[in-house]
């Protein structure tokens, strides 16, 4: 996706047109412009002179950000140029803008509504002299269009292009107020010259100058606030480019030397001293220290580092002394990356906006259309010029497309950097919408419910061994072992702080186990085969190592110099968070599977610790990609992985989540990414997306009402009825509140508490509701025997939507799991096929 920058926009109306203009461009296959950032995201096979082309002859302008490549210095000038376009110039610009025009405001509205209403003392020189009066207000009034002339600018340059925008509106409503001011002024003139001083009164009531004024003012008002929200909303990203390292420390020709840290190359050495930022991200080569990644993870505890260890750009140095060798710079560093990913979800755009979105490309032509037919209408009911056209100008000022514009970006914008800040990273608007739709959630076992590497669970010596024996001798033999399980031994041994002893005549037997020699003794260890090849095994410890591998875990046999010594089991064991992760989705009503390439036994056995609701095991990489697609028929699907052959999976689910830790090509297939590699963080992205999604629904919901009323209010529909009337000072200052009102509503989500999850247990009855909904009893006649039995359960279970039918002839029944819904018509046809009688299903 190509990414610019827009400039001119005002309003929702002028990012649709913006959206329009450039989706005609051939090549185009998708277009997405943001109006809180001003960006706009193109995809297509199409130049960028093209798109700029289409955006300015839409009346506009755009220029494309650059991009780096891979850590030369194009990097710095990007960064810069995203920190530039995130800055807040509106706010001051508007602050100006507004102390100028309340300057001038003020003045005229002592005149023209102090001294008219109130008697406010003015020069004696002005009283009764009402001509002086109105040229006082036309001047005053004047002076305040031209410091708001943007409005009128920006409005004739959208009528122009024919793409009318909220300026559009604004100078309309000011205009019309402002000109027919001016027409009375000049009737007043007139009826002064004739002597008609009755007629100079009433032209004195038609004059609407502080109305023009005060709708600008007030606009103008309600952009600053607008402005000020808004940056608000990017917070978020604004603190994640503050902390980019802008230096580092290299080690060139043997000596310390301070550079820029775009000048930092792959393979260059660096130095971090004991609380400096790391430049960028590298694996230590020297030292030790605890480095705080609560940066980037969320996570406050600080990380042990040693040779060996990788560390990451931003995050804080802050014990001992490290000497790091460059591995990723630039843009490609951890960093730049969640920068970038943050900032592509603010310039798409999520599916709900497309109603709102639909409804700003006509918005704006709408409104004028009903203000011509409200003044019109009033004219024709028999009302003055002056009454039917305040209806008419505060129709034009009270109506709002911003606010429908800003409904779903704003509350994307905060949603995704609520997400960022927990380490959370969605990779579009569309992904942090559909996360919380989930109603499947598929979990890989390996690396994502468990840790993905073995752990010694038990230690089961003979009667006369120790433990401490046992795991010598075993960690004697296995340090020569490359196998995944001799690993686990291995590092029990060094927490124990064993010594590498030497072993000789190691020999290692393909898939059954390991024999060596140490101090004259045989060693040998492996699987319960090779074992009793080696030595005799008592039945009490074959039936232990059956428990155990019910319990999915692999029990290893040792023996010394033909004697038996014992068991030690070993597992890929759950993570901390595991079990409580997978009850809070099944809290939040979601169906939680476990998909696995191991044997049933022992993925059931996970599985069961766990608390998924089902295990589905034996599955190839390229299975789970079907299995997702078969559970998508019922319903939305994510899908959580973290390894190469979980890929697949994560892109055919409607939402692929990667575990942080995972391989980069499980990253760049999943949509969301948790960067402290948690399954606690599944739920908490999940709770995050319903309450954006919720936001982004009151957003819209209080945008279309406050249209639906206000509209009509302004034409004066109420008038006849109960009189109600509103003067265009109070629509523009409607109209002001209502935008900040959007986009206040969108800041609570910062104080949304993602791991809370004491609302999640309203899921629960859902999950009984649903549970009932898929089960169904069939009340049968005509069952004599099992062979009626198998005969009706066959059948039942040949249809595609049932998952397992038990039948019984004694009671009468068969009670269907269903997998999908399918229609008691079809059941009961089914059944009556096979010449049995279905008398009721339940």
Sequence with gaps: MEQYNVTGMSCAAC???????????????????????NSMGVEGEVSSDEVIKAVKEAGYGAFQKEKGSHGQNTQAGRQNQQEDALKDTETPVMKKRLIASLSFLLPLMYFSMGHRMWNWPVPAFFKENHIAMGLVQFLFTTIVLVINQKFFISGW??????????????????????????????????????????????????????????????????????????????????SLMKLAPKTATLVRDGAN??????????????????????????????????????????????VDKEPGDTVSAATLNQSGYLICEATRVGEDTALSQIIQMVSDAASTKAPIAKVADKVSGVFVPAVIAIAVVTIVGWLLAGQTIGFALARGISVLVISCPCALGLATP???????????????????????????????????????????????????????????????????????????????????????????????????????????TYQGSKLAGGNYKFMMEQCQIGPQYAEQAENLAKQGKTPLYFSCDGQ?????????????????????????GIRVIMLTGDNEKTAK????????????????PDGKESVIRDLK???????????????????????????????????????????????????????????????????????????????????GIWYPLFGWKLNPMFGAAAMSLSSVCVVSNALRLNFFALYHAKKDKKGISKRKKEKKKMEKTMEIKGM???????RVKKCLEALPEVKEAAVSHESGTAVIKLDASVADEVLKKTVEDQDYEVTAIH
């Design 564 to 588: 038996f010594m014992g068991i030690i089991a070993v597992a890929d064991v759950l993570k901390e968070d595991s079990s409580k992760a997978i009850q809070e989705l099944k809290d939040l």
């Design 157 to 238: 340059r959208g009528l122009v292009h024919k793409s009318p925008n909220m300026d559009t509106l604004v100078a309309l409503g000011a205009g019309a107020s402002y000109g027919y001011s001016v027409f009375a002024l000049f009737a007043m003139t007139d009826a002064q010259v004739r002597g008609n001083a009755e007629a100079v009164m009433h032209y004195m009531h038609e004059f609407y100058f502080e109305s023009a004024a005060m709708i600008l003012t007030l606009i103008t008002f309600g952009k600053m606030l607008e402005a000020l929200s808004k940056g608000k909303t990017t917070d978020a990203l604004k």
């Design 410 to 516: 704003v509350a994307i914008m905060v949603g995704n950097g609520m997400g960022a800040k927990h380490g959370i990273m969605f990779k579009t608007a569309e992904s942090l919408e559909q996360a919380g739709k989930t109603k499947i959630i598929a979990l890989d076992k390996t690396g994502t419910i468990t840790c993905g590497e073995p752990h010694v669970t038990d230690i089961y010596p003979v009667e006369g061994v120790t433990k401490e024996q046992l795991v010598k001798l075993a960690f004697v033999l296995e340090q020569k072992s490359e196998h995944p399980l001799a690993r686990a031994i291995l590092a029990l041994g060094e927490e124990q702080a064993l010594d590498i002893q030497p072993v000789e005549d190691f020999a290692a037997v393909a898939g059954n186990g390991l024999t060596g």
């Design 633 to 715: 028929k019922q319903g939305n699907v994510t899908m959580v992985g973290d390894g190469i052959n979980d890929a697949p999976a994560l892109t055919r689910a409607d939402i692929g989540i990667a575990i942080g830790a995972g391989t980069d090509i499980a990253i760049d297939a999943a949509e969301v990414v948790l960067m402290k590699s948690r399954l606690s963080d599944v739920p908490a992205a999940i709770r995050l997306s319903q309450a954006t999604l919720r936001n982004i629904r009151e957003n819209l919901f209080w945008a279309f009402i406050y249209n639906v009323i206000g509209i009509p209010l302004a034409a």
């Design 784 to 790: 004599m025997c099992g062979h009626c039995e198998a």
């Design 15 to 37: 990012s649709a047109r913006v959206e329009k203009a450039v989706l005609k461009v051939p090549g185009v296959t998708s277009c997405s412009v943001s109006l809180l950032t």
């Design 605 to 620: 056995a996970v599985g069961e610790e766990a608390g998924v609701d089902e295990v589905i095991a034996g599955v190839l």
């Design 257 to 302: 030397v301070q550079a820029r840290v775009e000048e930092v190359r792959m393979g260059d050495h660096f130095v971090v001293h004991p609380g400096e930022t790391i430049p960028v991200d590298g694996i230590v080569l020297e030292g030790s220290s605890a480095v705080n990644e609560s940066a980037l993870t969320g996570e406050s505890i600080p």
